[in-house]
């Protein structure tokens, strides 16, 4: 708040939402601090941007008047927000019962020791939209994205986690060195595969033989058998 001798004024600046090609409004107020009638005059370095209403009148003794500055629509925003732009208001003691239809230029003239009071107002520019506050994750040391980003690592499945890393390795790796792993596989699940038909079928041919044997004796051929799976037997476990 401005304290004069004849009025007070709040606020001490005019600050105005700032938004490209929109009008905005500001208000203040003049308070009569006296037991006269004071007569006020509102100006400004830039009359074609603005508009005041009222731009003069008579503030009652231990009244109040609001005054609303209007700020024209803008095509482009000044350098780092800042405006030279400058109001002044003028107060002076004016006869009882003056009207607002009363006041004139005269009534402001300095001649014969009268007592202008005089106060300038600054503009200032605020942001129309603010920005909004900055999520708990920041200040914490950590961005919100990755936060999201670890939570969702926590719901993909075992097979979705393999198969990322398979394609990881394929990647690193170059071509040649993955196919050379992939023709080693397919040889040894194919020897895999004709080595496990084979130990079938001896095991169907101990089955007939034991069918063919006496429930008293053994067979020469059986044992003979029976020798030859324990040696394929320990081939493939030397071989795995």
């Known amino acids: 708040m401005t304290t004069g001798e004849f009025i007070n004024i709040y606020p001490t600046e005019l600050k105005f939402p700032f938004e490209l090609r929109k ?10 601090k006296t037991d006269q009638y004071i007569a006020f005059k509102v100006k400004t370095t830039n009359p074609k941007k603005y508009c005041v209403r009222p731009n003069a009148g ?4 231990g009244s109040s008047c609001n005054v609303t500055v209007t700020m024209q629509a803008q095509k482009e925003a000044p350098p780092d927000m800042q405006c030279k732009d400058k109001f002044l208001i003028q107060s002076a003691i004016a006869p009882t019962g003056t009207t607002n239809k009363d006041v ?7 001649e014969d020791g009268k007592v202008i009071d005089e106060f300038k107002l600054r503009v200032v520019y605020v ?14 040391g950590g961005s919100p994205r990755t ?19 398979l394609e990881e390795s394929k990647a690193k790796s170059s071509p040649s060195e993955a196919w050379s792993l992939i023709s080693r596989l397919t040889d040894e699940k194919a020897s895999a595969l004709q080595q496990n038909q084979k130990l079938r079928q001896e095991l169907e041919l101990v089955r007939k033989e034991i069918n063919k044997s006496n429930a ?25």
């Open 216 to 240: 008293g004796g053994v067979s020469m051929l059986f044992v003979v058998l029976i020798g030859l799976i324990g040696l394929l037997v320990g081939y493939l476990i030397k071989k795995t």
């Open 127 to 140: 942001p129309a939209n603010p920005p909004s506050p900055v999520p708990e994750g920041s200040e914490e």
């Open 147 to 165: 936060s999201l980003t670890e939570d969702d690592s926590k719901s993909i499945s075992l097979p979705e986690a393999v198969s990322r890393s």
């Open 23 to 32: 009008q905005s409004t500001c208000s203040m107020q003049l308070s009569n």
């Open 58 to 61: 008579v503030v009652l003794p």
């Open 104 to 110: 004139t230029p005269e009534i402001f003239n300095r």
